[in-house]
Structure formats: C-alpha cells, structure tokens
RNA sequence: GGAGAGAUGGCAGAGCGGUUUAAUGCGGCGGUCUUGAAAACCGUUGUACCGAAAGGUACCCGGGGUUCGAAUCCCUGUCUCUCCGCCA
C-alpha cells in the first residue's frame, strides 16, 4: 500500500508511475484520496479537541465529587453529556472517513522505479541480458518433458488427477530423488550466500494474507481452508516476509536474508491449453524462495545481488537463460522493479519463467507495518524484497528435456553429489 | 475435545473505577567520576494521528458496552499457559 504521505507530497510522479502500471483514472483517485485524507483531518482536529474539553471537564468532576460539592458536579455532568453526543458522531464518521480512504487507497498499485521500461504486456519486456549457454543440440525428434517423464517413470500425472485433481503431480523413483536433490542443491546454494533457512508454516491467516498483498489482490489465487479461515501459501514469500509484521527492527540488523524451501499452492483459475501442458504450471510445485529486509538506501543493490545469486545456479545447472526487466503492464501489483529469469526447455523450444526477483520498496512494509529505527532514530519503513531461487517445476521440465540424449537423462554435474547417480534411465 | 487460569511498555512485573500523561526492577541511550573500563550516581528511554509550534488525542490482546470518568466493571472474539483426554 502506497502511504498517503506520498501522494500529497509527490503527487506528479505518482500519477505518472500509476499510469505507467497501466492505472485507470490516476488524476481522479489520487485527488480523491488527498480530498478524502483532508476530510480525514479536519474531522480528527475537531474530535481531538472535544475530547481534550471532555476529558478536563471529567477531573474536574473527580474534583467536585472529592470535595463533596454533589451539586455542581451534576451541573458539569450535564454539559459532558452534550459533549458526548458529538463525539460519538465524530468518532462515527472518523472512521468511516478512514475505512472509506484505506480502501480506496489498497487498490493502488506499487509505483515503478523508474529504470521500468514502458509497455503493457509481456512482448515489451526489455531483455536485461542473456546468457552464454548453448542451446542443446538435441537432435530429431527431441521429448518435451512429459513423455520424457512416462518414458523414465519420473513423474505422473494421471496419478495425480486420480488422488487429487489435475495439477498435482506426483513424482516417483528418480524423478522423485531429482526433485529432492534440486531442492537441497538450491538450499545449499542460500546458506553459502549468506541466508537463514526457514521452515514456515505452509497455512496463513487473514493479516498474513493481507501483509504481502495477496488479499484483497490475488484472493482468487489462494486455496482458502474455510473451516479454519486459513489460506494455502502461494509462496514462502508469504509467510516468510510476515515474520517481522508489525515489528520496528534495529538499523543494524539490516539487511536481514532469509530463505525457505515450501510447497506452493496456487489455484491457476482459468488456466488451460498447450501452455500450461506437464509441469508448465501446476497447483503445487515445490520452490526455494529467498526474502531480504533491506534498509532502503541499500535496497536496489540487493536486488541485483540476488539476480546474480539466482544467475549463479542456473550457470551451474548449466540451463541457458535470459533475464527481463518487466515492463510497466507486466509487472505485479505489489512491485516497484521485477526481473524475471527464464530457461529455455529445448524440446518445447519455449522459454520457461523460473523466477521473478522483485522490490517492493516500502510497499508491502507499509502494509505489514515492517519498520526500522534510522541513525537519528526516526522510525522508518523497510524495503523488502525476494526472488524464486529457484521454483522446481518448471526446472525440472527444462532440466530433463534439455539433458535428454540416447542413454536417458544425464544429471548435471552439481546435481549429481545429490542424486548419487549420473544418468536418469 | 473437557476443566481451570491468564493476556499490561524491549523484557520481568505492580496496578483491579478518578494526581496512571502506567509504579518498580532489568535492559538501551546520554552524562558525571576514571588513564580506560567496571561499579556508583544523575538524566533519558513506546507507537500512531492532529498541529507551523506550544501542545493535544488515541492505544494496557482485538471488538462492543456500562460510567461524568475504565488498564481496572460487563459482554464477545482471539490467543497463551496448566491439568485431563486423543495423537505423528
């Protein structure tokens, strides 16, 4: 949630930011919003006032009563009760005023930096860069990854319709190994650079949901276990950042690194077709996820550090990748600078999104109310920020498509301590 | 799931209708003393909102209520602890 601070200080460039993320009537809201926070104001300015009468007028009934003069603290009860009437109204209409801004104020989206190219779908992403890995060579009639997975036995889908519903896959034997090696390998990968391993819970509640932006935005996007009122991660994004909701942390325990491998559920609603065929897209793909809490003058360069980490498996994985700076249409909601990586799975010939590193700035913080005590000892909002490293599903698709050749399915070498085997056949 | 107890400032812990703008201790910060440190002593130490400032208002788990006045009384929700039951 962007402050309202922010919108009566520097409300050209939010209005240009807003219609960079393709916003609808950003002049209007935003006058409205300011309109809305002055009536906000003057409403409070009035409330404060009669409450500091009422709260004198109180003692000095305290006083009268203490001094046995039972008759003149009557006459001032009198006047308090006309004072309360008011106040009820005012405290009433406050916090409508204050319900009627917030709600309006949440549907704003997260202002882009303003390295963000301009563009409204994905097409205008500006490719940031592109490896140097070749694209293998595989041949004449190269596998897409699922029937490599009937061929090998690596994973299955049907099974998955029959004991769950479609988007659940179940992985057995070596693909089942696979996946497990792939998640410690990017594990190990978090710990040396530095972040925490967290294992969060997999369910959160409402104010959880609501500290990261996935409610109201994405609510179509989470299982809701109604009973409970809890909510299936979509990400360890969710649970993982929310640790330090409502905390005002110390300057120098910045920048915090955490990392968490989770199952993600994700309902997909409306997904079909060739795109989303095998592990394209699931709804529960396992994924390590990596969250920093940054003091904001630091944030930027963080986030390019976590690109490199993320770049640094996929060259040890030996996949070839591109990284894109996702334009102003294509962004998340939340997001103030999102890159996205991709691998290329060789038998699809398609580009798969592995990863999206993104800042939030104080977007999310603002919300969870995430702050931290500057030099001067002001209280400030933190800069959060995470990035897939990395999600598996879809690495698993382009792993052993891209690694296919007579004898099966060769591991890659970094995988392999973890595999304990060189050849998936 | 059953029974009981509880939720107060960074922590511990008092307060149970009117100098509480929350005692006291610990911790943190600043200072005195010291070559330096410790100890001792002095001061200071929450957040949000309104206000140019002075200052004001709100917040003692959340929500509602009683009262001129609520941390304190009532209702309700949530959570925690203890005991019992069940259980990986």
Not at 355 to 371: D, L
């Amino acid at each position: 949630m962007l402050q309202i601070q922010v919108l009566r200080d520097q409300k050209e460039r939010v209005i240009l930011g807003l219609k960079k993320k393709h916003f609808q009537d950003a002049e209007v809201i935003v006058d409205k919003l300011v309109a809305l926070d002055d009536d906000r104001k003057s409403i409070q300015r009035n409330l404060n006032d009669i409450q500091a009468d009422s709260n004198k007028l109180a003692a000095e009934i305290g006083q009268l009563i203490k001094n046995g003069l039972k008759e003149e603290a009557e006459v001032v009860k009198q006047k308090v009760a006309t004072l309360k009437i008011e106040l009820k109204n005012l405290e009433d209409a406050l916090k409508q005023k204050e319900v009627e801004l917030e709600t309006l104020l949440i549907t704003l989206p997260n202002l882009p930096h303003e390295s963000v190219p301009v563009g409204k779908t994905p097409e205008e992403n500006e490719v940031y860069k592109m490896s140097n890995i070749a694209i293998p060579d595989l041949g004449e009639n190269p596998l897409p990854h699922w029937d490599l997975a009937k061929k090998y036995n690596i994973f299955d889908l049907e099974l998955g319709v029959k004991i769950t519903g479609a988007g659940f896959p179940l992985y057995r034997g070596k693909g089942a190994k696979l996946q497990r090696a792939l998640i410690n390998f990017f594990l190990d990968e978090a710990h040396a650079a530095g972040y925490e391993e967290i294992i969060p819970p997999l369910m959160v509640n409402e104010d959880s949901a609501r500290g990261t932006g996935n409610l109201p935005d994405k609510e179509a996007q989470m299982y809701h276990v109604t009973k409970d009122d809890l909510y299936l991660i979509p990400t360890a994004e969710v649970p993982i950042t929310n640790i330090f909701r409502g905390d005002i942390l110390d300057e120098k325990v910045l920048p915090i690194k955490m990392t968490g491998y989770t199952p993600c559920f994700r309902r997909e609603a409306g997904s079909y077709g060739a795109h989303v065929r095998g592990l394209n897209r699931v709804h529960q793909f396992d994924k390590i996820e990596i969250v920093q809490f940054a003091h904001p003058k630091d944030s930027y360069d963080i986030q390019l550090k976590m690109l490199e980490h993320v770049e640094g498996i996929l060259i040890k994985l030996g996949l070839p990748y591109r990284i894109l700076r996702l334009c102003g249409g294509d962004m998340s909601f939340s997001s103030a600078l999102t890159f996205d990586f991709e691998v290329f799975s060789a038998a699809q010939k398609r580009w798969l999104e592995v990863s999206s590193v993104s800042n939030f700035e104080s977007f999310q913080s603002n919300r969870m109310q995430t702050k931290f005590r500057d030099e001067n000892k002001k209280v400030q909002l933190i800069h959060t920020l995470n990035g897939s490293a990395l999600a598996l599903a879809r690495i698993v698709a382009s792993i052993i498509e891209n690694y296919q050749c007579e004898e099966g399915i060769k591991i890659p070498e970094v995988l392999q301590k973890y595999t304990g085997f060189d050849i998936l056949n």
